[in-house]
C-alpha cells in the first residue's frame, strides 16, 4: 500500500490528554546536548549553557533539551532541538555516531539518581555538540553564556543548572576529556 500526499506534521505528538497519561505510566525519551566550542586540534575552549525561568520563577541555567518523537532519528531529535534553541545559524556538527557522551535517568522527587523532573520519569541520550556559527537562543531561553571548561564545572555553576544537570554536565564533559 502507497501513500501519497502530505504527511501529517505532527503524527509524532499525541494529545496534551494522552501524553499526560502516557508521562505517568512510561519513561519518556528525550535528548540534551551541551554546546561547545572547539579550537582546530577538536579540543573545547568554550561551553555553552542556556539561561531560562524555571516554572517557579526563578533563574536557572539548562541544556539543549527536548523529546523524540514517535519514528524520529535519535539524530533527526537533537539537530531540531538544537536549531529549537540555539537558532538556525548554530551549525552545529552532530556526532556521526548516535551513541551518547552520558545517559542521564531522571525521576520525580524524590530521585535516587540526584536528576529530578517533576513531571515525568525521563531518559535522555546527552551529547557534546560543537558548533561554529552564531548562535540565537530562541524558544523560551533567555541567553546562551560561553563559559570556559573550568568556569562551567565550577561548583556555583553546576550548581545553578536546573534538576540535577550541573552532574550531567560534568560527565557530559569527562566524557570527552574535560574533568574537575
Not at 15 to 39: K, M, N, T, W
Not at 58 to 67: H, I, K, N, P
Not at 75 to 104: C, N, W, Y
Amino acid at each position: 500500500m502507497s501513500f501519497v500526499g502530505t504527511p501529517d506534521p505532527d503524527s509524532g505528538w499525541l494529545s496534551d490528554d494522552d501524553f499526560a497519561i502516557v508521562r505517568r505510566q512510561l519513561p519518556i525519551l528525550y535528548v540534551e546536548a551541551v554546546p561547545v566550542r572547539v579550537d582546530g586540534r577538536g579540543v573545547v575552549t568554550d561551553v555553552g549553557l542556556l539561561l531560562r525561568v524555571s516554572s517557579a520563577g526563578a533563574m536557572t541555567r539548562t541544556l539543549v533539551s527536548g523529546r523524540v518523537m514517535h519514528g524520529e532519528l535519535v539524530r533527526d531529535a537533537l539537530l531540531r532541538h538544537l536549531e529549537k534553541d540555539l537558532g538556525p545559524m548554530a551549525f552545529p556538527q552532530i556526532p556521526l555516531s548516535a551513541t551518547p557522551a552520558t545517559v542521564a535517568e531522571y525521576f520525580p522527587p524524590p530521585s535516587e539518581s540526584g536528576l529530578v523532573d517533576p513531571r515525568q520519569h525521563a531518559v535522555s541520550l546527552v551529547y557534546v555538540v560543537p558548533v561554529t556559527g552564531t548562535c540565537d537562543p530562541r524558544q523560551d531561553a533567555l541567553e546562551l553564556s560561553w563559559l570556559s571548561p573550568p568556569e562551567a564545572l565550577s561548583p556555583s555553576v553546576l550548581a545553578d543548572l536546573e534538576g540535577g544537570r550541573g552532574q550531567v554536565v560534568a560527565r557530559a564533559l569527562a566524557a570527552v576529556g574535560i574533568s574537575q
